[in-house]
């Protein structure tokens, strides 16, 4: 069955780096588009990248653009979210997601992981 399984978050200082694992299983990830959203506590679920099916383009949100980089490990059917210069505001429970076409709307994607928590924090 589709499966995606998100590691890799923590607590990090402000500035610091984390990577972020999005482990599938199911279904071959460079067939699909892979999308990374988060939430914070009482805020609604946010867009932040999403990395093409085929040619692996890569798009982002304004807010992380120049410090997160997604790429993909067709081989490990793997995607990943690196993360830099974090800040107290990135902080946050990040997800993957399947979609067909990056889209900003979660409506669009049809299986979730489980989240991992992000926590920027001196």
């Known amino acids: 069955q589709v499966q995606l399984v998100e590691s890799g978050g923590g607590l990090v200082q402000p500035g610091g780096s984390l990577r972020l694992s999005c482990a599938a299983s199911g279904f071959t990830v460079d067939y699909y588009a892979i999308g990374w959203f988060r939430q914070a506590p009482g805020k609604e679920r946010e867009w932040v990248s999403c990395?093409?099916?085929?040619?692996?383009?890569?798009l982002y949100t304004d807010s992380v653009k120049g410090r997160f980089t997604t790429s993909r490990d067709n081989a490990k059917n793997t995607v990943y979210l690196q993360m830099n210069s974090l800040k107290p505001e990135d902080t946050a429970v990040y997800y993957c997601?399947?979609?067909?076409?990056?889209?900003?709307?979660?409506?669009?994607?049809?299986?979730w992981g489980q989240g991992t928590q992000v926590t920027v924090s001196s």
């Open positions: 990395i093409r099916r085929i040619t692996g383009s890569t």
């Open positions: 997601a399947r979609t067909l076409t990056c889209s900003g709307d979660p409506r669009t994607y049809d299986y």
